[in-house]
């Protein structure tokens, strides 16, 4: 049962290094979204899909690239990475087009950018 | 955009206390949840309010749903450790793509 799988779990990149943290989802949600933590900050949507093919930025997209050519991926790309984007990225997965659902989340990825 | 304000932001009380956690916010949302995170884990839902001034209970959980829609309350009874954790609130708005906005997040600490 393993529900919503997120992989690196942590991960050290330098300034200007690209890198794809992996999502993938097994309960065949249609709507996916990446969220980033910071302390005090609560989550932050960054992008998410409606379903595949489909995707569309949240409140803090810039620096991050998404695509989703399935249902069960939805990987983020980080293009030049900053120290800014040190932060906890969470995917998470829901039922789509059902008002209500529970959003099912990864353990999550940690990431330091130095 | 959708805000929503969470108070307190950190809380730290003795085992047998009760406490309150508050959501506000100057929109008005089609429902609320309520989510628990533990060190290392994603969030985790504990309910649902979908209705204004509805009540829902999970053990010496109370949630209540405010009857504008626009704020919400946990409140704990007789506080245990195993209580401790990150406790968030997301709100969903009206139509489009069902995204939920959630607070910054509540961190509880429950001393034995």
């Known amino acids: 049962n393993a529900g919503v799988t997120q992989t690196p779990k942590f991960q050290v990149l330098k300034t200007g290094q690209s890198m794809t943290l992996q999502c993938a989802q097994d309960?065949?949600?249609?709507?996916m979204s990446w969220y980033r933590q910071d302390p005090g900050m609560g989550l932050r949507l960054i992008h998410y899909?409606?379903?595949?093919?489909?995707?569309d930025q949240g409140e803090v997209p810039n620096g991050y690239n998404v695509s989703r050519s399935t249902t069960e991926d939805f990987p983020l790309r980080l293009l030049s990475a900053a120290p800014s984007q040190t932060s906890v990225y969470f995917c998470?997965?829901?039922?789509?087009?059902?008002?209500?659902?529970?959003?099912?989340f990864g353990n999550g990825t940690r990431l330091t950018v130095t | 955009t959708q805000l929503l304000e969470q108070s307190p932001q950190f809380l730290s009380i003795q085992e047998g206390e009760n406490l309150t956690v508050y959501c506000n916010s100057s929109?008005?949302?089609?429902?609320l949840q309520w989510y628990r995170q533990e060190p290392g884990e994603g969030p985790v839902l504990l309910v649902t309010?979908?209705?204004?001034?509805e009540v829902k209970k999970l053990k010496r959980l109370t949630f209540q749903f405010g009857d504008a829609r626009k704020d919400s309350s946990l409140h704990i009874t007789a506080a245990q450790p195993g209580d401790t954790g990150l406790y968030l609130c997301?709100?969903?708005?009206?139509?489009?793509?069902?995204?939920?906005?959630f607070g910054q997040g509540t961190r509880l600490t429950i001393n034995p």
């Open positions: 998470a997965s829901r039922v789509q087009g059902v008002y209500n659902s529970p959003l099912h």
């Open positions: 309010v979908v209705t204004g001034g």
């Open positions: 309960m065949n949600h249609e709507y």
């Open positions: 899909s409606v379903g595949a093919g489909i995707t």
């Open positions: 929109s008005v949302f089609s429902s």
């Open positions: 997301a709100g969903e708005g009206f139509g489009g793509a069902q995204k939920l906005v």
